[in-house]
T-cell receptor, first 107, second 119 residues
Framework: DIQMTQSPSSLFASVGDRVTITCRASQSFSSYLNWYQQRPGKAPKLLIYSASSLQSGVPSRFSGSGSGTDFSLTISSLQPEDFATYYC?????????FGQGTKVEMK | QVHLVESGGGVVQPGRSLRLSCAASGFTFYEYAMHWVRQAPGKGLEWVAVMSFDGSIEEYADSVRGRFTISRDNSKNTLYLQMNSLRPEDTAVYFCARDPSLHGPLDSWGQGTLATVSS
């Protein structure tokens, strides 16, 4: 199984900050890497797919990059609605494992 | 508008069974693979199972293989998860989600249904 490790597990930031979350895979694979946002009590929402493609309707302040084993999600200017938990997921091989999540909290 | 609605959750004793349903609307159901993902209280997301668009392929997480069965009825636009031999560690909110290609992203999710396994 491919293990996905996110860092950090949590971070504190302010509105307007640039935030980067990283995700490392235990095995190398092509761009089957997805990022989701989950607000408390809500279903996850797809932000980025195939490592760097922005899902329709998602603000352009979200971006993704990486390949092989190292991937990242960047929020260029944090907005109030962005305080949430973010998960990476690989869909390259079964099981389609998720990272443990990164909680973005208000400083 | 894509709409996924899970149902069937509840409280069940260890060792018993539960069947979850996911009703789909607003898109051509039979063109999409479908997944189940769960989230234990206060924990992260755990992928559970996937079924291909035509039901010919099904895959499971090790933690549920042999106990859970994913199925779908394309005539009813509905996905199912039959959960047998339930354990307390199966307690979670169960989400269904849509996947355009079996190895694609989960681009639409239901709101989830809570299954609690407790004596």
């Amino acid at each position: 199984d491919i293990q996905m490790t996110q860092s950090p597990s949590s971070l504190f930031a302010s509105v307007g900050d640039r935030v980067t979350i990283t995700c490392r895979a235990s095995q190398s694979f092509s761009s089957y890497l997805n990022w989701y946002q989950q607000r408390p009590g809500k279903a996850p929402k797809l932000l980025i797919y195939s490592a760097s493609s922005l899902q329709s309707g998602v603000p352009s302040r979200f971006s993704g990059s990486g390949s092989g084993t190292d991937f990242s999600l960047t929020i260029s200017s944090l907005q109030p609605e962005d305080f949430a938990t973010y998960y990476c997921q690989q869909s390259y091989s079964v099981p389609h494992t998720f990272g443990q999540g990164t909680k973005v909290e208000m400083k | 508008q894509v709409h996924l609605v899970e149902s069937g959750g509840g409280v069940v004793q260890p060792g018993r069974s539960l069947r979850l349903s996911c009703a789909a609307s607003g898109f051509t159901f039979y063109e999409y693979a479908m997944h189940w993902v769960r989230q234990a209280p206060g924990k992260g997301l755990e992928w559970v199972a996937v079924m291909s668009f035509d039901g010919s392929i099904e895959e499971y997480a090790d933690s549920v293989r042999g106990r859970f069965t994913i199925s779908r009825d394309n005539s009813k636009n509905t996905l199912y998860l039959q959960m047998n031999s339930l354990r307390p560690e199966d307690t979670a909110v169960y989400f269904c989600a849509r996947d355009p290609s079996l190895h694609g992203p989960l681009d639409s999710w239901g709101q989830g249904t809570l299954a609690t396994v407790s004596s």
